[in-house]
């Protein structure tokens, strides 16, 4: 039974670190707190890998230190697993927006132009331009901008089909998937 209670108290603990952490990340980056990185599929993914293998290394612990050694090896291997797929959906991440960078929409892009060859389904490209966005910047700061910017990635950002793109700095892409 108590060991029970040690796994809940290290599950909690995990849970509300990850959710602190992307309040602060939410509240610098003005990010509505789903878009944060910790809270990420890939992100929670990794964390409770390694809350699994935090729990088998302390049973492995009380039952034998020596049995520890064995556990090396998928610790590392874990590790790496884990750090390349967060890393992976940070690279194809605009920070600032939240919103996939040019390299995804390349990507997204191919993927549907052939499903919509192969389906025969309708595809919708939109391209917006914020023109003149170097005087907001200029004019009210890096801040203010910011916050344009996510204001403007995130107008169709709740659409149930599709998605959007921040392809330069000033310039967002939504593909309408039918």
């Known amino acids: 039974m108590a060991r029970m209670h ?9 849970i509300l ?16 707190l789903w878009r944060t ?10 964390d409770a890998v390694f809350a699994i293998l935090g ?9 034998d230190p020596a049995l520890l050694l064995l556990l090396l090896p ?19 991440t605009d920070v600032k927006t939240g919103l996939h960078n040019a390299r995804h929409f390349e ?3 191919a ?6 060859a192969r389906t025969g389904r309708p595809l919708g490209l939109l391209f917006a331009d914020l023109d003149h966005f170097k005087e907001v910047n200029d ?3 890096h801040d203010v901008g910011d916050r344009v910017l996510q204001a403007f990635g995130g107008l169709r950002q709740n659409s149930d089909k599709g998605w959007q793109e921040r392809l330069r700095s000033d310039s967002v892409a939504a593909l309408a998937v039918a």
């Open 6 to 14: 040690e796994v809940a108290g290290t599950a909690l603990i995990t």
């Open 17 to 32: 670190q990850n959710l602190l952490f992307a309040v602060g990340m939410a509240l610098n980056f003005h990010l509505p």
């Open 37 to 46: 990185d910790p809270l990420t599929p890939a992100a929670l993914q990794g």
């Open 55 to 63: 729990i088998a290394v302390a049973g492995l612990w009380l039952a």
């Open 74 to 92: 998928i610790l590392v291997l874990a590790y790496r697993l884990t750090s390349t797929a967060h890393l992976a959906q940070l690279a194809q």
């Open 107 to 109: 990507e997204a892009l």
């Open 111 to 116: 993927e549907e132009i052939a499903r919509a």
């Open 139 to 141: 004019r009210h700061g």
